[in-house]
């Protein structure tokens, strides 16, 4: 069974605070409960990354310019990449 705080984000920690390991499994595990409608399709997803992964703005998973976690940025249908790379 999964621990019950591995469930939702930590809404009170800072990310220097928080294993980062965990940190991520929390990111991921959001993702996945995004609604259907809201999430973009798996393709979109991973072209939408692969781009982000060659852009120069891209800095230990966060946009420079927006202050995002990208992946979590590229999962959402409506998201956008600030440089309309997508």
Do not use: H, N
């Not at 980062?20 to 939408?48: C, S, W």
Request: contains cysteine; charged residues 35%; hydrophobic residues 35%.
């Amino acid at each position: 069974m999964a621990d019950p705080r591995m469930l939702r984000p930590c809404y009170r920690c800072l990310l220097r605070d928080m294993d980062k390991d965990a940190y991520f499994d929390q990111l991921q595990a959001y993702i996945d409960r995004m609604a259907a409608e809201e999430r973009a399709e798996e393709a979109l997803y991973e072209e939408r990354l692969q781009i982000c992964t060659s852009c120069s703005e891209l800095v230990s998973g966060m946009c420079r310019s927006c202050g995002c976690f990208v992946e979590l940025r590229a999962a959402m249908r409506k998201g956008r990449c600030p440089y309309d790379k997508w």
